[in-house]
């Protein structure tokens, strides 16, 4: 079976502008959550998606946004880029039984964001 | 709210010696438990998991890990580190009560290892 899928894997931007990065789950898993990694912060949440729904999201502001379609494959948008979003976005999908993650958790590769 | 304290930035062993990672928590009531290792340039990949029963939970790669309640702490092992262990260790708890309403993964800083040969 697939992993998890992420593109593009690298991307360079320039503050102000906008990016989209996608998230193809593992076949069958329905959940899906996106999380930005940096030397200084670490891991954090960002949000989760069951459903085409966002169920969870973390402390971000808005201009992180999301969405996942009805093929369970998700995408994650930043719009107005600064420089601190310059990091490893990483996926990662979850099997699901009633809508509960009863599964844990598999990770993508990432996409490495730079904003210049 | 939920932490995980990993207090080793950066751990030096040499090859065929033994190993433990220390990961501690905070949390009300026991959490899911996982262990993940990062090598350089890639996504996370799941060691071992903690749900629930049997304390001494056993994963990939000849690695182990202890649930102790008391200590609040889920203690990664390994009995002789390979040089291709040398990555990152990630300790991640999330919440067992909550079901799909409230799921996140909250992650320690991580131990960067090294191996020396």
């Known amino acids: 079976k697939a992993g998890v899928t992420q593109t593009p894997r690298y991307l360079i931007k320039t503050r102000g502008q906008q990016v989209t990065l996608s998230c193809s789950p593992i076949?069958?898993?329905?959940?899906v959550s996106w999380y930005q990694q940096t030397p200084g912060q670490g891991l954090q949440f960002l949000f989760e998606?069951?459903?085409?729904?966002?169920?969870n999201k973390g402390n971000f502001p808005g201009r992180f946004s999301g969405r996942q379609f009805s093929n369970s494959r998700s995408e994650m948008n930043v719009s107005t880029l600064e420089l601190g979003d310059s990091a490893l976005y990483l996926c990662?999908?979850?099997?699901?039984?009633?809508?509960?993650?009863?599964?844990?958790?598999?990770f993508g590769p990432g996409t490495r964001l730079t904003v210049t | 709210a939920q932490s995980v304290t990993q207090p080793d930035i950066h751990i030096t062993v040499s090859e065929g010696a033994s190993l433990e990672l220390r990961c501690n928590y905070s949390y009300g009531a026991t959490p899911y438990l996982f262990w993940y290792v990062q090598s350089p340039g890639q996504g996370l990949q799941l060691l071992l998991k903690?749900?629930?029963?049997?304390?001494l939970v056993q994963g990939i790669k000849g690695f182990e890990a202890e649930f102790k309640r008391s200590q609040s702490s889920f203690n990664l092992r390994k009995p002789s580190v390979h040089w291709s262990d040398a990555a990152e260790y990630f300790c991640?708890?999330?919440?067992?009560?909550?079901?799909?309403?409230?799921?996140?993964?909250?992650f320690g800083k991580g131990t960067l290892l090294t191996v020396n040969p």
């Open positions: 990662a999908s979850s099997l699901t039984s009633g809508g509960d993650i009863t599964y844990e958790q598999y």
């Open positions: 998606y069951f459903s085409e729904t966002q169920r």
């Open positions: 076949s069958g898993h329905r959940s």
């Open positions: 903690y749900f629930s029963g049997d304390t």
């Open positions: 991640a708890v999330a919440p067992s009560n909550s079901g799909g309403s409230n799921y996140k993964l909250t």
